[in-house]
C-alpha cells in the first residue's frame, strides 16, 4: 500500500512529506493506521545528527497511538480494529530480560530493531524501490506503520489519540520513573532537575505517589508557572542561587530522598546525585547525554549511601504498563492535556521540532 509520512533523508535537514510504499505485515507482524503522534527530544537528537546511531533515510517517531488494521500470520493477541500505542521498548514475556522481572529492556528484537530494520531484516517502507529505515521499531511519522505484535499496546478505544500517543514515551518516561523504577513513597522529598516535557510528568508522578516536596529546577523561569500547576511545591532557578546543591539541600533538611535528572546535562547529574540525602538519597538518570559523555562524582557520595540510578521508558513494560497509564488518564489521575501546546498537521512537522528548539512547546502532536 502507499502512506503519506514524513521522511528524514540526511542529518540536519527538513523532513519533506511523500507519498511511500509500505509492504504489509508478515508473520508476527501488525499494521497499524497511526492516528497521532508527538514530537519528542529524542526525534530532534536523531535528526540533529548529534546521535552516533542515527540511519538515514528514516522515518522517525516514536510517540503515537492508532488503530490495527491488519495482523500478519500468527498474531494472537491483536485483531483489526484495536485501539494501539506503538513500543519502542517491546514487550515479548519470553527472552531472559523479560523473564528476569528486574527490567523492561526486552531484548527480543533489539539488534534488529537498532539497524532501523524489522526482526526479519528487512525495511517495510521504500520509496521507487529504494528501502527506508524504520526508527526504534514505531516510525510513527508514517500514516500507516508494520509494528512487531510485542511491540504494540492494546488500549481502551474511548481515549483521545492526540492525547494519549504522549503515553508512548514523555507521560510514561517521566510517571512511569517515579512510580514503576524509583518506587517513590508517599511522604519522600523529591526533586527534579528540567522541567521540561519529561520532568513535568515526573512532577505530576511525585505528586501521584504522595510526596511532601517537590522541588523543581530549571534555568527557564517561565517553566516555574506550569510545574506548579502540576505538583510542584518549591522552585529553583540554578541563576538564583549560589550553590543549587546547597539550595536543596536547606529546603530539604539534609537532602532529598529522591531526584531525578530530567535534562541530558552530566554536570546537572552531579548535581542531582549530590543533592539526595546522606544513607539513603537515590538520583535517578532519566536525560540522555551526548555521546562519549561521562558522568563524574565523588565515590564517598556512594560510600555514604547515595544510589545513582537510570531510568528507561519509566520502567514501564510497555503492554502490561502502558494500557494502565491511560486508564489514570481517563480516571482523571493524571493530566496530559494541559502538556500538549501544540497541535499540527504532518505537512508542518519541522515547525514542531522549531517550536521544541525554541523552548516554546511542551509538547507538540501531529494529528492525521
Ligand atoms: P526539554 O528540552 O523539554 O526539557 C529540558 C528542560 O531542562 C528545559 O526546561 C530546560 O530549560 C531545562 N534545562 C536545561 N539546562 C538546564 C540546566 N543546566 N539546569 C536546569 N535546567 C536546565 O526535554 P525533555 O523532552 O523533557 O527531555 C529531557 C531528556 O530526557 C532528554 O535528554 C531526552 O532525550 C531524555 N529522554 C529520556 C528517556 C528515557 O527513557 N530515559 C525518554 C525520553 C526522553
Ligand atoms: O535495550 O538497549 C536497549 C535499548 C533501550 C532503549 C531505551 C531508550 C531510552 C532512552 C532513549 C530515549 C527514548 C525516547
Ligand atoms: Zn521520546
Ligand atoms: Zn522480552
Known sequence: MKTRAAVAWQAAAPLTIEEVDLDGPRAGEVLVEVKATGICHTDWY???GADPEGLFPAILGHEGAGIVREVGAGVTSLKAGDHVIPLYTPECRQCKFCLSRKTNLCQKIRATQ????MPDGSSRFSLDGKPILHYMGTSTFANHIVVPEIALAKIREDAPFDVVCYIGCGVTTGIGAVIFSAKVERGANV?????????LNVIQGAKLAGADKIIGIDINPAREAMARQFGMTHFVNPKDVPNV???????TDGGADFSFECIGNVDV????????????????????AEAGAEIRTRPFQLVTGRKWEGSAFG????RTDVPKIVDWYMEKKINIDDLITHRLKLEDINEGFALMKRGESIRSV???
Do not use: N, P
Open 366 to 368: 501531529v494529528v492525521y
Open 315 to 318: 520502567g514501564a513494560r510497555g
Open 46 to 48: 536523531t535528526l540533529s
Open 191 to 199: 526533586a527534579v532537575f528540567g522541567l521540561g516535557g519529561i520532568g
Open 245 to 251: 546543591v546547597d539550595a536543596i539541600v536547606q529546603l
Open 269 to 288: 547529574m552531579r548535581q542531582a546525585l549530590e543533592c539526595t540525602h546522606k544513607g539513603w538519597g537515590r538520583s535517578i538518570i532519566i536525560g540522555v
Open 114 to 117: 537498532g539497524k532501523g530494520l
